[in-house]
């Protein structure tokens, strides 16, 4: 609760107001009430008395003739007042000859007191009437009457005091608002204009003067007031908020520069003309490992501890360097600063004085900051620096424009210009003469971000001569992805492109030749096959007519012309047999057109033998073998082929009887027969010759026309395979000869192997 | 009398085969014509061959002049005319190719000219064989 005097004075007023009229009403109403209720007990006293008298006068006659119903009926009459409780006719001797008594109630009636008065008993006034008949007491009238008006009439009187006294209250209220209107509110431009004022210290403030009662005396006095305050004296106190204001502002900024410093990515440190820290930031206090507590005061030499990166020997602080030197310390290449934990971290960093206004030294503020991204990325660089530079290959750069704008050892190796001489030049510096630039197209296709894999062009070198190059261009990026420029890598293929272009020269050359002699052996074969065939005609004409003739001249058979007969017949049946083994060898290649068909080599095994009954028989030879496969080819080829080397093996036998044994086995892809003799045996220097048609070791005592092993190499090879001997003199030969897989046949698999044969 | 016709140009052979027939006491006129060409017209019963009788025999070499014995082969068997009559090649080709031509085309007989005059006359013996037993029994049998 306020104190009163807190109180604003439109409060204060309408308390005032309310005060005063409830006061002044509260007395009225209580002198009323009590004024009515003395006055009213005595009205009331001499209206009982007066209704008692009335009673008795009317209860005169009743008393008379004592007639109790009568003197009811008087009483009834009393029905009338509410506030009579009971009423009684007494009789002389006191009887009572009729009683009243409020409807509802029993109360008692008063005793008959033989006297004229009102008494106040405990149940309120009884009233005692003697009734007079000429100057004679004949009875006595007896009333109760209840006190209840007098609490109605008090009750009444109560409501209608709180009743004005409300009105009175809510008329004060808006009474009291009224004033304050006229009252409080001259009062507020002046206390407003005086907290401004005071705030503001502005002493120009004046107020407006409204009224000519005390409000406007105030606010006369207090202009003057004011007025006094600017005069002289005012500057002054202006001066001193002034200050004021530049010392508020001067922390402002200290504060600005604190939080500044605190929140720069650099490590910032500050020190005293002593080397010894006041300040380090948070990014300087979390590379070293100090917190700024244990920092400050501590010389910074002994926190700050920084070596050459190479030497690894210690370096001096800056600060010691811009103390001493009082000039700006410039940036340390390659320090590595030791943290705290001992950890070691690449930085830069520069030390600067600070001066005051007038230049004198007080103390030194160190920059610094972690490379160890920085010179991680520089590392990276270097080495892929370095390793274009090393490349063999030109790996050149150029803009947009065709400009050359970097240049390797390879480039200048390759193309004889230094970098130097060819950076910041045109890309036409190498084109070719005769082949003209190709770049314009080269950057279009650069500018839409393609890459140019390995095309060939030729390009001229320093010294003018042409050379050829594989190039692959790719578009160069910027950091922000756009295309600047392009790399080339080139490579001298100069000597490759001599080369595939003798190569190509020799390889056309070779199928030239191989072509003319494949040609050339197709005539040969042809002219063997026709010769052969077309000579067997007049051979045969000749054979038989010299026998004919001999038939014909049975004389001249004993004589010379018999035994001349005889040469012919012996001479053309050697030609015959030479003719005959000759189209054989020519007809392998033209039976090739014969359909090749699976055929069972046991089958040809067992043919080659029967042909050969003849000279097994006669040799005793012992014939084995493993199981043999079965090929796709031509039939009666390889019945030559067995047939030619089992009948070597027996033609060539040595002293005892012949043992021949065909071997297979399947190595590498290819089936390998080896046909294994125990007979004399072959030079090592007859070995190649006897492949060759018609080539013979031996004289007229072995019969033959050397063609058989010409014919067995034919087949073998027209299959795919190679034939040859492995032979010692005396220790028998083996004939190897080898078909490839694909020649072999499995049943139903014919159209996946080779024609041969 | 068994007419035959021989396409052969080498008069020894003529000679050889004409001693073969005698030898075999086969009584025979023999129709020698001697080029390709003329083989074709007789075989398509052209030309001056427009009405010579058909044979009962046909003798071919394959190799004559002008045009391949092969292709006299053909158009013989072409010729309704000549269904009933057997033809011997008699070529002194005894290559496994020209034989299998032939037998293709449909020949009786095919006989490889002998490099010894015993064997060569014994084709007189095979040719009468062949006129005068198979023939009949193959037409007979054949309708």
Redesign the interface.
Known sequence: MRPFRDIPIKKKLTIAILATMLTGLLLAGTGIVVADSVLFRRYLQNDLAALANITADNSTGAFSFDDAQAAGGTLAALKARTHVMAACLYRQDNTILARYTRPGESPECPAASGQNEVRRSAAGLDVSQPVILRGRRIGEVALRYDLGEIGERARLFGAMVFGVLLVSSLLAFLLSSRLRAIIAAPALPLVQAITAASRTRDYSIRVQKRSGDEFGALADAFNEMLAGIQGPDGDLRKALVDREVALKDAENARDFLETTVASIGDAVISTDTAGRVIFANPVAQQLMGWPQSELSGRPLDEAFRIINELTRAEVESPTSIVLREGAISGKAKHTILIARDGAEIPIDHSGAPILDAEGKIRGAVLVFRDVTERRRAEQSMHLLASIVESSDDAIVGHDLSGLFTSWNKGAERIFGYSSEEAIGRPTSLISSPERGDEMPGVLERIGKGERIEQYQAVRRTKSGAAIDVAITISPLYDDLGRIVGASKIARNITEQVRAADRLARLNSALRHSNESLARSNEDLERFAFVAS?DL??P???I???S??LV?AYPDTQNGDVGAFINYIVGG?KRM?ELLADL?AYS?IR??AE?PRTPIDLESVMQKATQNLKAAIDESGALITHDPLPVVSAYE?HFVSVFQNLIGNAIKYRSALPPRIHISVQESNGSMRFAVVDNGMGIASEHREKIFAPFKRLHGKDIPGTGIGLAICQRVVERCGGRIWVESEVGRGSTFVFTLPVTSLSKQGDLNDTNSCG | MIRILVVED?P?DIH?LKMALQIAKLECELTVVDDGREALDFARRQGKYASTPIPDLVVLDL?VPKNDGLEVLEALRANDAFSEVPIAVLS??S???DIAKAKRIGVERFIA??????E?MKIGAELRHLVMVEQPLRTSSGG
């Open positions: 065939h067997q005609e051979l045969r004409m054979t038989v007519y026998q004919l038939q053309t015959r189209l007809e033209a039976d014969e009666g | 080498n020894g050889l190799n002194s080709s290559s496994p190719r000219k002998p490099p010894d005059l015993e060569y």
